[in-house]
């Protein structure tokens, strides 16, 4: 008997996902290099489920019913040309792989054209969620050939996130789509989290809670308008006790953040195609800023601490600080979803927005209420080229903004960093303003360079051989 489906690379993701899909009544063959993970595989696999592991690709290609469905779980990069390199040979015509990991766009587009010349088909495929998610919904981001994503869309309803009964996976375009969208959901999750940390920072410094008082904080805010998945988890990591100490666990966690690259990759591909996204960069540059810790130290012994003057009512700080991070929230996913909206015209992409934020709603990490909304503005108007010119977003945005402003100057002048939120606000106040200085920056470029200017009275390209005043 053959499997419906295969499953390269059988690390937590890959084992996670596999026995989603072997739930939904899919029978699923598995392999590894690593023959601890293939038993594993086996030993953790429920009686109903038809799964089956192997060691070899020669064996894992056979048990594979054609056209064969083979879905990679191996990290972005080399691992996947390698897989790529030995299970080609093995494959027939009409056979396709999925790419479910993390790889770069481009990386995919390559694979798409080498694959294609052997009559394969090559998808590439966001999943978000982390573990628990790809084991019991996550939200899936599909792109590619049409006919292969028929092939498999029944699959990927079945055992992604459901929100209101919907399946949070759709198609998201041609090409390398899946993967674009999948980069630009983690560039907003980058953005969110360094938002989340400055908050939790105002907070704790500046309004001196505990973390039993931030986990309340966490609770409030989560049950109410600001319900997302961070919140929650954050909510969660101030009740955690550490098990080599009597504290809180977060307390003895060292303050340098890790990336794997896609952050950066989104900034990237901005600054590439001209969008301007800057609390997704600073959230980048922000992680690597934190890396330098030895020299942060030296920096804060030379420059000394800050006197922090805590705010005169703190229950009403605390409301400002959750208006101001649901704003700037919602100001990086206008930021993220602007930037697909630019890469479906640059790259022929396609790409739906209202489908994207539709399925972001459920199994991602960055899934929030809020989609809900920019679910709706989408639905008024899917070529909306920006959220916060939707009408009812405005109305949210103006509600919020002076809450935003007020943390960001209670930030600024206690000297506490707030890159996130000031680069939110400094976006929506650029981003609202009809006449900008850069008049005077157009002016300064073709004084010195003759680079030439528009004007607003008249058409045309014009240069000026500008005059040194008499001083
Ligand atoms: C997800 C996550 C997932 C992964 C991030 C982590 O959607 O499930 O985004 O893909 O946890 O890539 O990225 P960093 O290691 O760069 O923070």
């Given at each position: 008997e053959?499997?419906?489906?295969g ?11 596999l ?7 899919f ?5 590894d ?21 192997t060691?070899t ?9 054609t056209?064969r ?15 790529l390199?030995?299970?080609t ?7 396709i ?9 481009e990386d995919?587009?390559?694979r798409?054209a ?6 394969l088909?090559f ?8 573990e ?9 981001m ?12 029944p699959m ?20 390398s789509?899946g ?8 560039g ?8 989340i ?17 931030l986990?309340n ?14 919140i929650?988890?954050t ?25 794997k ?11 590439e ?15 690597i800023?934190?890396?330098y810790?030895?020299?942060r130290?030296?920096?804060s ?7 922090i ?5 703190t229950d009403?700080?605390?409301r ?11 100001i990086?996913?206008a930021?993220?979803?602007?930037l697909l ?8 992409f ?23 909304k ?5 639905t008024?108007?899917?070529?909306l080229?920006n ?13 919020k903004i002076?809450?935003?402003?007020k ?16 680069t ?5 106040d650029?981003?609202?303003t ?27 390209v014009f240069?000026?051989s500008w005059q040194?005043?008499?001083?």
């Open positions: 053959k499997y419906n489906y499953m390269v690379g059988l690390g937590v993701m890959g084992r996670n996902l026995y989603n899909i072997a739930d939904h009544h029978s699923i063959a598995g392999f290099l690593d023959e601890e993970k293939v038993k594993e595989l086996q030993t953790g696999a429920g009686p109903e489920m038809k799964v089956k592991g060691v690709l020669e064996d894992f290609v056979s048990a594979l019913e056209p469905k083979i879905i990679l779980m191996v990290p972005a990069g080399k691992p996947v040309d390698a897989v390199e030995n299970i040979p093995l494959l027939s015509k009409g056979d792989v999925i790419d479910a990991g993390n790889s770069y766009f995919t587009n390559r798409i080498d694959l294609a010349s052997k009559n088909h998808m590439g495929m966001g999943v978000s969620g982390g628990k998610g790809a084991r019991t919904g996550p939200s899936i599909p792109g590619g050939d049409l006919e292969a994503f028929h092939l498999l869309q990927l309803e079945a055992i992604s996130a459901k929100v209101n009964n919907e399946a949070c996976t759709a198609y998201m375009g041609k090409g789509a993967n674009y969208v999948k980069m630009v959901h983690n907003i999750e980058y953005a969110i989290m360094q938002l940390s400055e908050a939790y920072d105002l907070l704790k410094r500046g309004a001196n809670l505990n973390n039993d008082q986990y904080v966490f609770k409030e805010w989560n049950n109410g308008e600001m319900n997302s998945f961070l929650e988890i909510r969660d990591i101030f009740q955690q006790k550490d098990s080599l100490t009597d504290g809180y666990l977060v307390d003895q966690i060292l303050d340098k953040a890790g990336a690259g896609t952050g950066k990759w989104t900034s990237e591909q901005a600054m195609i001209g969008v301007s996204i800057p609390t997704i960069d600073i959230a980048v540059t922000s992680r800023l934190s890396a810790k030895d020299e130290i030296l920096a012994q030379l420059y000394s601490e800050k006197q003057t805590s705010p005169e009512n009403l700080f605390i400002e600080v959750g208006d101001a991070l649901y704003l700037a929230t919602l990086s996913y930021q993220g979803l602007a909206v630019k890469a479906s015209k640059e790259y022929d396609q790409i739906p927005l209202q489908d994207v934020v539709k399925i972001w709603r459920g199994g991602c990490i960055i899934r929030s209420v809020l989609l809900e920019f679910y709706s503005a989408y008024k108007d899917p070529d080229s959220i916060l010119l939707d009408k009812d977003i405005a109305a949210i945005v103006k509600e002076s809450s935003l402003r943390t960001a100057a209670f930030a600024v002048s206690n000297g506490i960093p707030s890159l996130g939120l000031q939110a606000l400094g976006y929506f650029a981003y609202t009809e006449s900008l200085p850069v008049n005077l920056i157009q002016a300064q470029r073709d004084y010195f360079g003759a680079h030439t200017y528009q004007r607003t009275d008249r058409e045309g240069h000026t040194a005043a008499n001083h």
